[in-house]
Each structure stands twice: as C-alpha cells, then as structure tokens.
C-alpha cells in the first residue's frame, strides 16, 4: 500500500533527520516535495546529490530556513535543542496558515514552540530512535494544544515510515525517551557486556560476536514472529533446574529489575534537567 505525504521541509539534516528521510524516499511513499536546510554547504550538496531532496545550506544562502518553509505543509525542526528558539523566531513569520511544525529536538517543549510560533501553526512533539534508520524505529509523539486529529494523523504516517508510532501526551514524552529512546544504547551495552564475557571465557572475538550479535538477533526475531510474551519465551528455554534457570536466578539476585529501574530514573532526571535548560 503507498503512502501519500504533501510537502515537507525538514530544517537540519543530520543523522535523525536523515534516518526520516531514508524513510520518505522509499519507492512506496509518494511525497509533493521535500526540502532541507543544513549549515554546511558540503553536506547540503551531499543530500541533493544522492536523493530527490531539494537541499540548500545557510552557509551559501542565509535566507534557506524561510525558502525552504514558505508553502510547505509539514516542518520538522531538526536542530540542536539550543539553536530551536531563534530558528523558531527566523521562520514564524514565513510560516502559512495550517502549517504542522514536527519537533524531533529532545527536551523543548512544546509550550516553547507554541510560544515562538503563530497561533495558525500547529505543533506537535516527537521522540523517534535510531532503529529508524533501518526502517525499525519506535517513535513517541505528542499532540500541542492547537493541533487537530488530521495534524496528529498526518505526524503519525510521516513516522509509519521509518517503524512503529505511539500517541502519548508530552508528560509522558521524557519518560518514553529513557525506554525507546536511550533503549538501543542498552541493548548494545549488554551486547558489549556479553562479548567481554564470551571473550573471557576463551572465544575469539570473532567467535564471539558471531556467538552475542547471531542471539540477540535471532531471539528478537523470534519474538516478532510470535504471539506470545518475552516471559513465555524465556520460560520456554529455561528448562527447570537447568542451567538456564541457574543463570536467571543470578541475575534475579543481583537485581536486574531494580537496576533498570535506577538507570531510567536517571536518565528521566536527566531529561527533565536539560528541559528545564
């Protein structure tokens, strides 16, 4: 089934923006038009070189941010948290009537937009992770106070692009970054953490990333394809008495539960500093 998107001008083109990007240039997703900014002239040349994306850099065109948003539907301001408020400022006046305003800038608020932007702008706040740029991303979004049904439909089908979306309201946004969010750099930590052990146990490393990466692939796959719960997978390798259950019983010990916990209280608290600037 294709997906059908009107024009879109994406302000900042680093690795997030481009992971959506990658999305939206499938054969199947069918876009009016898509823009770009990025201060570097270098990358801008980059982006227009190896896709159908109108890219322009501030570099060689100060006014590229207000040219790229003038008639563009959707605006996903991708630039760093700190540079949001003046970019908001520069292009609120060239911004239409209906315009949707997406923003995938960590910790600002979505008060922060709607208080820089006319009141004919709508804005809604994302959370995407880096799986997007392998089409696997789990994106949180948040509707602000002027955005309808179709502005939250529209933000939700840009996203299907590149993975899953889920519709939370912004309270809960900071709280969905420490799990889906930081949640990769997890997984690759108990991956980094295997391999060292594996690796101490006498395997090449090699052997033993063959051994962790092959695992963790396969056991997530396995999950997708089935209809049950991680619970009931792991119950159905952890034969009892076997040495399986003597593995999860130290990690039970050792309180794996509570860690998790801990580590994404952190990493909230963390969130909500960098909000409050």
């Given at each position: 089934?294709s ?8 302000l ?12 939206l240039l499938r ?5 009016a038009g898509i ?6 002239e270098?990358?801008?040349a980059?982006?227009?070189a190896e ?8 570099e060689r065109d ?5 040219t ?14 700190g540079?949001?408020?003046d970019l ?6 060239a911004?239409?009537p209906?315009?949707?305003v ?7 608020t ?9 009141e004919?702008?709508a804005v809604?706040?994302?959370m995407p992770?880096t799986?997007?740029?392998?089409g696997r991303a789990v ?6 106070t002027?955005s ?7 933000a939700?089908t840009l996203f299907?692009?590149v993975?899953s979306?889920l519709?939370?309201?912004?309270e809960q946004?900071?709280?969905l970054s420490t799990?889906s ?9 108990l ?5 060292a052990t594996a690796i101490g ?5 090699e052997?033993a990333?063959?051994m ?18 991680p619970?009931?997978?792991r119950?159905?390798?952890t034969?009892?008495k ?6 999860v019983?130290?990690l039970?010990e050792?309180?794996i539960?509570?860690?998790f ?13 960098l909000?409050?600037g």
């Amino acid at each position: 089934m294709s997906t059908e998107l009107p024009v879109i001008a994406f302000l900042g083109a680093g690795s997030m923006a481009r992971a959506i990007l990658s999305g939206l240039l499938r054969p199947e997703v069918s876009v009016a038009g898509i823009r770009a900014t990025n201060r570097s002239e270098a990358k801008a040349a980059e982006l227009a070189a190896e896709s159908d994306v109108t890219a322009t850099s501030t570099e060689r065109d100060p006014a590229a941010n207000t040219t790229a948003v003038a008639g563009a539907r959707v605006v996903v301001v991708a630039v760093k948290p700190g540079m949001v408020p003046d970019l908001l400022r520069e292009i609120a006046d060239a911004l239409e009537p209906g315009t949707l305003v997406i923003s995938v800038a960590a910790g600002v608020t979505i008060a922060t937009f709607e208080g820089l932007l006319p009141e004919h702008v709508a804005v809604i706040r994302s959370m995407p992770n880096t799986p997007a740029m392998v089409g696997r991303a789990v994106t949180g979004i948040s509707p602000g106070t002027r955005s309808s049904d179709a502005d939250l439909e529209l933000a939700t089908t840009l996203f299907e692009t590149v993975g899953s979306v889920l519709v939370v309201p912004e309270e809960q946004i900071d709280a969905l970054s420490t799990i889906s969010g930081s949640g990769p750099a997890y997984v690759f930590y108990l991956m980094e953490q295997l391999t060292a052990t594996a690796i101490g146990m006498g395997f090449s490393r090699e052997q033993a990333r063959t051994m962790v990466e092959g695992t963790f692939r396969g056991a997530s796959e396995l999950l997708a394809s089935s209809q049950v719960d991680p619970s009931e997978l792991r119950r159905r390798v952890t034969s009892p008495k076997g040495t399986t259950e003597r593995a999860v019983a130290v990690l039970e010990e050792g309180g794996i539960q509570s860690l998790f916990d801990r580590a994404t209280d952190a990493a909230l608290a963390r969130a909500r500093e960098l909000a409050r600037g």
